[in-house]
């Protein structure tokens, strides 16, 4: 969702024309009351309208203001997110190495425990343990 300047500025600038073309009015109703060419409530009436055209170019100014607002906070809410996806990112590439050295970590001292028992207590069991143990270590450290 991008910001339009174009758009916002055609909406400030029909507010602009709506208050001007309001107080032209006003300004003629009222020369026509001072000259007696229209009643007093003729002129309440054009005060009415002229009122309801200011409102109307306050809430073109408020619906074009609060637009821009509501993009803006969607902006800085996508860069927050944004922001906190890398540090997720880094924080699960941290843990994920920390797994890996762990599993490194287990590995090994399988692999000694492995080897010791198979000093200890020679044997096709205990040698074939010591294997596997010493292929896991070097899956690991290829993957």
């Known amino acids: 969702m991008a910001i339009d300047p174009d758009a916002l500025a055609q909406v400030l600038q029909l507010g602009q024309t709506c208050e001007q073309l309001a107080r032209a009015a006003l300004g003629v109703a009222q020369a026509q ?13 054009s005060f009415q309208s ?13 619906r ?13 809410e996508l860069k927050t997110l944004t922001d906190q996806t890398a540090a997720i990112n880094q924080t699960l590439a941290s843990l ?3 797994a890996h050295a762990l599993a490194l970590s287990l590995a090994a001292v399988t ?3 492995a080897i ?26 290829a993957g």
């Not at 009351?33 to 009436?45: G, H, N, P, V, Y």
């Not at 002229?50 to 408020?62: F, L, T």
């Not at 010791?116 to 450290?141: E, M, Q, R, W």
């Open 96 to 98: 994920q190495k920390a």
């Open 33 to 45: 009351l001072r000259a007696k060419l229209i009643t007093q409530d003729e002129f309440d009436q």
């Open 111 to 113: 692999l000694v425990a």
């Open 50 to 62: 002229y009122g309801q055209a200011m409102q109307q170019a306050r809430d073109m100014y408020y």
């Open 116 to 141: 010791a028992t198979a000093v200890l207590a020679p044997g096709a069991g205990t040698l074939a343990g010591a294997f596997a143990a010493g292929n896991s270590l070097k899956t690991l450290i």
């Open 64 to 76: 074009a203001s609060h637009g821009l607002a509501q993009e803006v906070l969607q902006l800085a």
